[in-house]
């Protein structure tokens, strides 16, 4: 039985549209406002931020690519795409994080002057923006808009760092290391969160039966229904960390209804996402 919800995948591609149009905005902003300021800080997130456009922008195509239903050549459909997506954008973030980590920790050895009312002003602007980001994707189930989010939350941090650093060296020249090292933190930030994103998407890539699927709880819900005598050889694996596909090998009593029995064996997985099941008869 296969069930098509690229619903989903839907919404998940309006988000994205959406925050890579707010993304390619806001670096003109960060651009123009790092050159100048000369905030390690800002400049550091002009590589960050021209990354997060790139990665949206990536996420966005292949959220499309996964609506697409199936054919010949991809029968189970193009959902995975989407986990591809994740990967590609979650490994693009930690280089770029390494990338930011290699430009600040030099500088706080070696510490520059900054415009820090300059940067006061551009890290309202991009609160501004990236809180919009993170308020439009904060309720996305794929793995692509969770990497996206964690990508843009980091960002409002980010931002929220750079406004206070912005305030403390108003008020205090004699801290100008500061702009680095809240450079490193956020870096550090991104690599653990984007990390932890990169090792879920591989776990589906992988087959890992999904975290959300209780296969115990799973056997005895099917083995309560009337006719059924046993379960052999269940495997389940999610198509994009949402949906899933299921085999299981099923020792009926023919006696009883049996396209009955197979539809109460679909209710009970339908609960758990899961939108492809083969089921075998014994």
């Not at 009337?226 to 009593?253: A, R, Y």
């Amino acid at each position: 039985m296969r069930i098509d919800t690229h619903s989903h995948h839907k919404k998940a591609g309006e988000n994205l549209a959406f925050v890579f149009f707010m993304n390619l905005a806001f670096n003109i902003i960060v651009i123009t406002g790092g050159l100048a300021t000369n905030s390690m800080a800002i400049l550091a997130d002009c590589i960050h931020d021209f990354a997060d456009t790139i990665s949206i922008a990536l996420a966005w195509a292949l959220e499309r690519v996964s609506q697409k239903d199936s054919t010949h050549n991809y029968s189970y459909g193009y959902q995975r795409f989407s986990i591809l997506g994740a990967v590609i954008i979650s490994v693009f973030v930690i280089i770029m994080a390494f990338v930011i980590l290699s430009e600040a920790i030099p500088r706080l050895f070696a510490p520059e002057g900054v415009d820090a009312e300059g940067m006061l002003v551009i890290a309202i602007i991009g609160i501004i923006f990236k809180s919009i980001s993170v308020y439009r994707l904060h309720k996305g189930e794929t793995f692509n808009e969770k990497a996206i989010l964690f990508h843009q939350l980091g960002d409002v941090f980010e931002w929220v760092a750079i406004l206070i650093l912005s305030v403390v060296l108003i008020f205090w020249d004699g801290a100008p290391y500061l702009d680095p090292f809240v450079s490193i933190g956020i870096a550090i930030w991104l690599i653990f969160n984007l990390g932890r994103n990169l090792y879920k998407s591989l776990e589906v890539l992988l087959q890992k039966t999904p975290d959300n699927f209780d296969v115990d709880e799973f056997k005895h819900q099917i083995l309560a229904i009337d006719g059924v005598n046993s379960l052999d050889d269940v495997h389940i694996w999610s198509l994009d960390g949402i949906d899933s596909v299921m085999t299981v090998k099923v020792d009926v009593d023919f006696k009883k209804d049996i396209e009955n029995i197979k539809k109460e064996i679909y209710d009970v997985s339908i609960k758990y996402h899961v939108v492809d099941i083969t089921i075998e008869i014994l």
